[in-house]
RNA sequence: GGGGUCGUAGUUCAGCCCGGUUAGAACGCCGGCCUGUCACGUCGGAAGUCGUGGGUUCAAAUCCCAUCGGCCCCGCCA
């Protein structure tokens, strides 16, 4: 009897609510139900069951005096069983409201009840409590059943909502590309996929629809937007997984500033319809340099203060031997002042001296200001009016601790950069829920890339450079500034992107600086060179991350609670098995021989 | 490729340092009783290759080595 009414692929009645959503006002409705039995609490008379749908939970009451047959199948009920129900909506009396509930005003009276499908016991509560990640990832879809789960995931649609709301509204076309494309050099590694009508030849995964999208602005679709799977063969972190999201936006003829106002209206739009919060705009812009200079990172944490300082003038001709032979060899010194109220111990400080010397093999050097001059390691190799000087510089007060180091300024930036970070932390002001949004732009082209001895794109090599530095391009390359830009979020990148080449001689130019001939640069990229030669418009546009950003917006540490089906650090998927074996049969359709 | 950390009933964890009864607890599960619970209560019960393999030892969850897996980080990710 049981067992017949489970086969049945049709549920017995129609579902009129979802159970999170009934509220005193529905009391003396008629409601039927389906949902998963979320708890049982079974009085030997009375049976109180919590059923739990996509929008809550609700309790519903077996009386065995009033409907004996429901009641009966209540008994047979277990938890996560998916079962259907029908009764009246009524207000709970006073004493028996449970305010923990959104629904806890009322509760259901069961006249009817089935059961849809039974369960066996789950491999872990389905609750708020997170189990063992191997487990939830196992059991993907039980973990998902969870609310946390189910409020991040539909967070994140919220999210996308939101983009394609705004983009629209700004005349932006949603189009598609492939996702079996080419393989092209620079970047990431490929995901490579064989092709059987070719054998020996093999599409890529994109790793972002970069080409795509500006061959898009070539034919004329003048706003182009996508929410864009893409594929790296990289490895795996916290925010990183191999396949992620992008919503890629690219317009024709945008000067940087029309690409942010854009990018700000999207990310405002989101906030609005997966938050329910107006974000101040326009946001905080910035050039790279200084951004550098002040955080000694390309993406900082705007939370929080504690910038660095350069200290170099103030100590010139310094009587501190290790500060003057740095300055000698033109380095530089820079320091980040922690006011009086951040209390650092003797231990704590040694033990941060240790860690850089150990990491970076730089030396920490601090001192305290107090009413009688300079205390610590170092102060009595500096003379009074050189302290008094220093002390002008950056602002010291009594109390204060300032925590220098001298070396390159390039290596020694970024150092004073993960000092501020881990200060911010130690001092609990990265917990803030602020959000500081912060455009960064004028990154540099290039960089020089020592290990394959060549010039880099820091972009890609699809950028464009700064016209006012258009002319050093040859005669120093490294100083020429790129028309890039990125959107920062509490020291998280969200997003990035580029005003780009347009003009086929340019980009051969830039081709040639990173070292490839003219013929390697045809073969790559001959179909992107062609299309400039068709009257292709000046472009540029910019890739927002979806998980990055909703993580920012479920508040969550992890790119796995924001994906409904993520990957392992070692790129499995627990639940399928993913990668996996496959058929001899498959291997020679695809001419592919495995050697290991 | 490298570093760190975790792995014990279905789940969450204790036990591991300092080797020595039958490896415990809570929740869950199974059965009985219970008409206002919502962490229901109550009585009883089942449940463990201590990740895997090897070593040391009279004796290993415990010490050592290797290995597998989850997570975090470095490299890598234009």
Not at 18 to 30: F, I, K, P, V
Not at 176 to 195: C, F, H, K
Not at 376 to 401: H, M, N, Q, S, Y
Not at 548 to 573: E, G, H, W, Y
Request: aromatic fraction near 8%; include cysteine.
């Amino acid at each position: 009897m049981q067992k017949a009414e489970g086969l049945s692929p049709l549920p017995p009645w129609r579902r009129t609510d979802y159970c999170g959503n009934l509220r005193a006002g529905d009391a003396g409705r008629e409601v039927a139900l389906w949902g998963w039995v979320a708890s049982r609490r079974d009085h030997g008379g009375l049976i109180f069951i919590d059923l739990r749908d996509r929008e809550g939970i609700v309790q519903v009451v077996f009386n065995p005096e009033r409907a004996a047959a429901a009641h009966q199948i209540a008994r047979q009920m277990r938890l996560e069983y998916y079962v259907a129900v029908k009764g009246a909506v009524i207000v709970r009396s006073e004493a028996t409201v449970n305010k923990e509930l959104a629904t806890g005003e009322i509760e259901v009276a069961a006249q009817e009840a089935q059961i849809l499908n039974e369960s066996v016991s789950p491999p872990f509560p389905i609750g708020d409590e997170a189990a063992a990640e191997d487990i939830r990832l196992r059991f993907r879809y039980l973990d998902l059943r969870r609310p946390e789960m189910q409020r991040n995931l539909r967070r994140r649609h919220r999210a996308l909502a939101g983009a394609r709301a705004y983009l629209d509204s700004q005349g932006f076309v949603e189009i598609e590309t492939p996702i079996l494309w080419r393989a092209t050099p620079e970047g990431a590694r490929d995901y490579l996929v064989p092709s059987r009508i070719n054998p020996g030849k093999f599409y890529a995964l994109p790793q972002s629809p970069q080409l795509l999208k500006q061959l898009l602005m070539v034919s004329g679709f003048d706003r182009y937007y996508q929410v864009a799977r893409c594929f790296r063969d990289e490895d795996l972190r916290a925010n990183r997984q191999p396949e992620f999201t992008q919503i890629d936006i690219e317009m024709t003829g945008p000067r940087t500033e029309d690409v942010m106002a854009v990018g700000e209206g999207m990310i405002a739009s989101i906030y609005r319809h997966a938050l329910g919060v107006e974000l101040p705009l326009p946001f905080t812009r910035m050039k790279y340099d200084d951004v550098f200079a002040r955080y000694g990172t390309d993406k900082p944490d705007l939370r929080f203060g504690l910038e660095i300082l350069e200290l170099s003038q103030p100590f010139a001709g310094t009587g501190f031997r290790i500060f003057a032979e740095s300055l000698s060899r033109g380095e530089t010194i820079h320091g980040i002042r922690l006011p009086a109220n951040f209390a650092l111990s003797r231990r704590e400080l040694d033990e941060m001296t240790e860690s850089l010397r150990l990491r970076n093999g730089l030396g920490l050097a601090w001192v305290r200001a107090s009413a009688g001059g300079w205390q610590g390691p170092i102060a009595k190799f500096v003379a009074a009016d050189e302290g008094a000087r220093v002390a002008e510089a950056a602002g010291i007060c009594e109390g204060d601790l300032l925590l220098m180091v001298a070396g390159e300024r390039s290596r020694v930036l970024p150092v004073m950069g993960d000092l501020r970070l881990q200060l911010g932390t130690r001092f609990g002001l990265r917990e803030s829920d602020a959000r500081c949004f912060l455009w960064v732009s004028d990154f540099p082209l290039l960089e020089y890339n020592a290990e394959e001895r060549r010039m880099v794109p820091v972009n890609h090599p699809f950028t464009a450079p700064h016209p006012e530095d258009l002319e050093r391009l040859n005669s120093d390359p490294l100083s020429v500034r790129a028309l890039s830009y990125d959107l920062v979020l509490n020291g998280e990148e969200i997003g990035g992107g580029s005003i780009r080449i347009h003009n086929r001689e340019l980009q051969l130019r830039i081709f040639e600086l990173l070292g490839f001939t003219r013929e390697q640069a045809e073969e790559k990229f001959g179909f992107l060179l062609e299309a400039f030669g068709y009257g292709a418009p000046p472009h540029g546009g910019i890739a927002f991350g979806v998980e990055r950003i909703s993580m920012m917006l479920c508040n969550t540490d992890s790119i796995r609670d924001v994906m409904a089906f993520p990957k392992t650090q070692k790129a499995v998927d627990l639940m399928s098995g993913a990668p996996s074996d496959v058929s001899q049969v498959q291997l020679d359709e695809l001419s592919i021989r495995v050697t290991k």
